[in-house]
């Protein structure tokens, strides 16, 4: 489980790139509902199973950053154990 201060950097980095990305992928997937809905499962420190009680499976997008959170938060998974959620998001950052 991270420390409440890597959580509270975690938060602070999600909602500084969140204003630096297009608001809509290319997808038309909402970018910036699901950095919320991440920040939302780190302030909540929320399980998986809170999340598949909280958030629509069908919901594909929001459903799967959700959970990335979660993984995140329990430093479980691959790719998420050395970096970080909002670092995973600044490859979207727009250079206007």
Partial sequence: MRTEEQVQQE????????DKIPKR???????HRAIEVQITVLERRMTSSRVYQVYDPDDDYIFTNALDAVDWL??????????????DWRELIRDD
């Fill in 11 to 18: 938060i602070e980095a999600l909602k500084e790139v969140k």
């Fill in 25 to 31: 992928s290319a997808f038309g997937d909402n970018n």
């Fill in 74 to 87: 329990e430093e479980r998974g691959g790719w998420l154990e050395s970096t970080s959620l909002a670092e």
